[in-house]
């Protein structure tokens, strides 16, 4: 049996202030058009449909555009993040479950598996857990007030059903902070989940299942869990949505679930439709650096570090740049810089320690311009104290 998974669409989101709502209708067009050619037989979204609870109506579009498109050739398992409202992307869900969209946002449908049998023979139970808040939902689930007791909760409703299912293969899909062997791949755009200190879970909450897969960080990566028969999986957000993601690549996974024996994975690189690009250096260096045009048509962070911050230079920049995005300055470190008069000497002159000042904070000496504006305002300080 062949089932695709992703998540954390955040559909809504803007990047930096810019709209990419046409960057992920691409990505749902490219993944209906895989889905169909790839013969996939189940769809699942862990999480993270929308950016926000109260999506804006070209993203609630959006994702209708993508259920009608994925459900002609399967169905579609969703589960609701920590960014969507569970009531409102649950909505109708027993209607929908007709139609081959099967959404699991609330507690009373962990436990209740999407049945899938597949055309080779493997029949799977696809059970879907959303997040889960650890205040809004332990005492419903008779757990403590943690994240790995809420979920551990959970999979105690998932296994116990699976119990009644010899044979059957099994998959969960849940939004959650999972842990694993080694280092966790995290970025700047996911949205903290920490409750009393703790924002993760072992992966060991999640035992008992032949796969899971995950939603709410956005790099993909599968977590080690000391055994070949265990799989847990990230697919990461199919775009990127900070510039900590620029090292990412963007992709969706493709798990081979045979009748027995371990799940194979397969990332296929979903499209990239504006790179990331950082770049470093002086303005002087930047104007002339290759660098600058051929990164016009990418998402672009300049960091500049020079003696002073140069006029005008987002603009400058922004001419050569048009997805100009993030601008930063640091002047370059210089030594201490003391106020001294004509003859080298430590001074107390007004003009002499304002423009010591200047040369400390930018890393150069006042240039003329700063010298008269500076000259003009101890002028108005003096006569001001001459006349009161």
């Known amino acids: 049996m062949r089932v695709l998974h992703t998540s954390d669409w955040h559909l809504g989101r803007s990047f930096h202030g810019s709209d990419v709502l046409d960057h992920q209708r691409a990505f749902v067009q490219w993944l209906v058009d895989l889905v169909a050619t790839q013969e996939i037989e189940l769809v699942v979204v862990a999480g993270d449909v929308y950016d926000r609870a109260v999506p804006p109506l070209p993203a609630v579009a959006l994702w209708e555009e993508a259920v009608i498109g994925l459900t002609r050739t ?3 398992l969703v589960t609701s993040g920590n960014h969507d409202s569970p009531t ?3 909505f109708a869900g027993s209607l929908l479950a007709r139609s081959g969209l099967h959404l699991r946002t609330a507690l009373d449908t962990i436990a209740d598996p999407v049945l899938v049998h597949g055309r080779d023979g493997v029949e799977l139970a696809a059970y879907g857990i959303p997040y889960l808040e650890p205040d809004l939902h332990r005492e419903a689930l008779g757990a403590e007030r943690s ?11 998932v296994r116990a059903d699976l119990a009644e299912r010899p044979g059957v293969r099994s998959l969960v899909a ?10 966790t791949l995290v970025s700047d755009s996911e949205r903290d989940l920490r409750v009393g200190g703790v924002g993760d879970a072992p992966w060991s909450v999640l035992k008992g299942v032949d796969v899971v897969t995950l939603g709410h960080l956005h790099g993909a990566q599968q977590l080690s869990t000391g055994t070949s028969e265990d799989v847990v ?3 990461g957000s199919p775009l990127a949505y900070s510039f900590s993601e620029e090292k990412h690549r963007k992709s969706v996974s493709i798990l081979q679930i045979p009748p027995d024996g371990p799940v194979m994975v397969e990332r296929i690189e979903a499209p990239v439709p504006r790179p990331l690009v950082s770049l470093t250096g002086t303005l002087a260096e930047l104007l002339v650096d290759p660098r600058l045009e051929a990164s016009a048509d990418s998402w672009v962070r300049v960091h500049l570090i020079d003696e002073r911050r140069p006029d005008n230079s987002f603009d400058r920049l ?8 993030e601008l930063t300055f640091e002047h370059r470190a210089s030594s201490r810089v003391e106020a001294l008069d004509p003859d080298g000497r430590p001074t107390s002159d007004p003009l002499a320690i304002a423009e010591s000042f200047i040369e ?11 010298q ?7 002028e108005h300080v003096r006569i001001a104290e001459i006349s009161s």
């Open 147 to 157: 994240h790995a007791a809420v979920l551990g909760a959970a999979m105690d409703r």
């Open 318 to 325: 922004h001419a050569h740049l048009p997805y100009l995005v």
């Open 372 to 378: 008269a504006l500076l000259r003009e305002a101890i």
């Open 88 to 90: 409102r992307l649950g």
């Open 233 to 235: 999986t990230y697919s």
């Open 360 to 370: 400390h904070v930018t890393g150069s000496a006042a240039l003329p311009t700063d």
């Open 74 to 76: 399967c169905p579609l």
């Open 174 to 183: 849940a939004h959650a902070f999972i842990t694993g062997g080694g280092d």
